[in-house]
C-alpha cells in the first residue's frame, strides 16, 4: 500500500521569506511523486512532479521540490513567498502501475503580508 | 471548452432522490477519475477507468454507479445517498502509459460538484 504524510496542517510564512511545506512518503518500488495546489472553491492544479533525474524539480509559479530517497521525502520549497501563494497544498504519490494517486491530507500555507 | 469541466457544480439532493454528475475532458486523455473531498479528510478515490473500463473501485458504496460511456465523458449516478456523503466530488483525467503500464503523467482536475444531502 502507498502513503503521505503531510506533518502540518498550517504553515504560516511572512511575505517575502522562503517557504517550506513538508511531504514523505512511503511506496514499494519506485515513486512518481506530485504536488498539486487548490484555491477556494476551485479543483486541484498541477504543480510539479518527480518521475526520475534530478532530485531538485521545478515547477509551475517559481514553486521546487527536492526528492530525498533516503528520507523519502518530497518537500515543496520557494525561495520568496507571495500572498498569492495563499493556499491548500497537496502531495501525493503514485508506485505507477494504473493506480490513480494517494493524496496526503493537505497543509494550508498562509503567506502574511 | 478547455480542461476539465464538470457540471452541476452545486448539487442539494434529498437521501430518496436519483442524480448524475458529469465529467468531460477535452485534454485527448484515456484516463479518467472520480475523487471525493470531505472536510478534514484526506482526498479520496473512488473510481479509475483507464481506456474505459474501470480498473480499481476502492470499497465504494454502491450507491455510487459510475459510467464512462467513452474517453472523454464519466458519470457518477448517485441514488439514495447519506448525509455523511455531502462533499467535493473531483474528476480528473491524464494520459495513461499503454506502452509502461503506469500513470506517471499529471493529472488534471475539474473545479468539481458540491453535493449536499439533506
Known amino acids: 500500500a502507498q502513503s503521505v504524510a503531510q506533518p502540518e496542517d498550517q504553515v504560516n510564512v511572512a511575505e517575502g521569506n522562503p517557504l517550506t511545506v513538508k511531504c514523505t512518503y512511503s511506496?514499494?518500488?519506485?515513486?512518481?511523486l506530485f504536488w498539486y495546489v487548490q484555491y477556494p472553491n476551485r479543483g486541484l492544479q498541477f504543480l510539479l512532479k518527480?518521475?526520475?533525474?534530478?532530485?531538485l524539480v521545478k515547477g509551475s509559479y517559481g514553486f521546487e521540490a527536492e526528492f530525498n530517497k533516503s528520507q523519502t521525502s518530497f518537500h515543496l520549497k520557494k525561495p520568496s513567498a507571495l500572498v498569492s501563494d495563499s493556499a491548500l497544498y497537496f502531495c501525493a504519490v503514485t508506485g505507477g502501475g494504473a493506480d490513480g494517486l494517494t493524496f496526503g491530507k493537505g497543509t494550508h500555507l498562509i503567506i502574511q503580508p | 471548452e478547455t480542461g476539465v469541466t464538470q457540471t452541476p457544480r452545486h448539487l442539494v439532493m434529498g437521501m430518496t432522490n436519483k442524480k448524475s454528475l458529469k465529467c468531460e475532458q477535452h485534454l485527448g486523455h484515456n484516463a479518467m477519475y472520480w475523487y471525493k473531498q470531505s472536510a478534514k479528510k484526506p482526498l479520496e478515490l473512488m473510481f479509475v477507468y483507464n481506456f474505459k473500463e474501470q480498473t480499481e473501485n476502492n470499497s465504494v458504496p454502491s450507491r455510487f454507479s459510475p459510467e464512462c460511456p467513452n474517453s472523454s465523458h464519466l458519470f457518477l449516478h448517485l441514488h439514495t445517498l447519506q448525509p455523511e456523503d455531502s462533499a467535493l466530488y473531483l474528476c480528473?483525467?491524464?494520459?495513461?502509459?499503454?506502452?509502461?503500464?503506469?500513470?506517471?503523467?499529471?493529472?488534471?482536475f475539474g473545479p468539481g460538484t458540491r453535493l449536499t444531502v439533506l
Open positions: 480528473a483525467s491524464s494520459q495513461f502509459s499503454i506502452g509502461t503500464g503506469t500513470s506517471a503523467s499529471e493529472q488534471f
Open positions: 511506496v514499494s518500488g519506485n515513486p512518481y
Open positions: 518527480y518521475i526520475t533525474g534530478d532530485n
